[in-house]
């Protein structure tokens, strides 16, 4: 259901009537699971409350919707090179938050070159940075994060790793029905991630998204991702050279009872626990 209590049914889901955007945020994002994260960080580190928050490669800005939904008093702005996929945002996000758009500011342009104001927290999701394959040029990217925040912002990036981070995977998973941030019913389908090519010696990477419907159809190759994999300790000496005082990461655990990873992220200096492993990057001016 949308914020005014709106509830739209979709057609029935198919490779011909499915909306990617609306496929890929039902699969891979968890804004609700994000704010958490953030605003428990930040504020347990800051003392103070989060006020800006600044999304690179935000997409759809279905983050900086939903945080400026939940907050009366918070301010918000998106960066993405694609217009198709800021418009896309623009026309299905924006109009669910009401008075409260004044509020989402999305810039089309380079997350490298976008001029916003000093934030509080900036933000890279979804593994965005792999995008740069060179050292200097992740670098450059960390001492631009660093000058776009205000003087005890803090950096969020995610990352995955372990054995089976270095090969070639594909991994199909069912995604329950739902409703969506813009109150459309979006029935059960499934998201298939594949790691099509890896060079261990560069550690770059293909990568794509499919997903297949209840009538058999298909949508190959909806999404395809052309990353460096970057290891934590490069990351790590990266953004320590980029000026930052404080790198730390987020991990799970493996919880045997429940034959699932355990609830909570948690700053883990010592990691050795699972073959595959997705975690937060929480770098602190
Ligand atoms: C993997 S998607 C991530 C979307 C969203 N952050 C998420 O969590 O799902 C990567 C996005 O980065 C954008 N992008 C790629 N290079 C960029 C750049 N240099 N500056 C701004 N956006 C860029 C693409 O247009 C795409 O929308």
New binding site residues.
């Given amino acids: 259901m949308t914020r005014n209590g709106n509830t739209r049914s979709s057609r029935k889901l198919t490779a011909r009537t499915a909306d990617i955007h609306v496929l890929?945020?039902a699969s891979?994002?968890s804004a609700e699971a994000y704010i958490e994260l953030i605003e428990r960080i930040f504020k347990r580190s800051r003392k103070r409350d989060l006020k800006t928050l600044r999304?690179?490669?935000?997409?759809?800005a279905?983050?900086c919707c939903e945080w400026v939904q939940e907050n009366s008093d918070v301010e918000a702005w998106g960066?993405?090179?694609?217009p198709k996929?800021l418009e896309w945002g623009q026309k299905n996000h924006i109009p669910v938050l009401e008075d409260n758009a004044s509020r989402v500011h999305l810039l089309c342009?380079?997350?490298?070159t976008?001029k916003t104001p000093p934030v509080d927290i900036l933000i890279?999701?979804?593994?965005?940075y792999y995008?740069f394959k060179e050292r200097a040029t992740l670098l450059d990217y960390f001492k631009t994060t660093y000058n776009n925040m205000v003087g005890d912002g803090i950096l969020f990036l995610d990352m995955f790793g372990g054995p089976q981070a270095y090969n070639n995977v594909i991994e199909p998973r069912l995604i329950d029905d739902e409703i969506t941030f813009d109150g459309v019913e979006l029935p059960p389908f499934t998201y298939v991630w594949e790691q099509a090519k890896f060079n261990q010696i560069n550690h770059h990477m293909t990568c794509y998204i499919h997903f297949k419907f209840p009538d058999g159809t298909k949508k190959n190759r909806a999404?395809r991702?052309d990353w460096r994999i970057w290891t934590p300790p490069e990351l790590t000496d990266l953004l320590y050279e980029a000026g930052y005082k404080d790198v730390n990461f987020y991990l799970q655990r493996w919880d045997d009872e429940k034959d699932d990873t355990d609830d909570t992220f948690r700053k883990r200096k010592h990691y050795n626990d699972l073959d595959a492993w997705f975690g937060y990057i929480v770098a602190e001016k």
């Fill in positions: 890929y945020e891979v994002q999304e690179d490669f935000c997409g759809t279905r983050l960066v993405d090179l694609n996929v342009d380079d997350v490298r976008a890279a999701f979804n593994f965005s995008i999404f991702y």
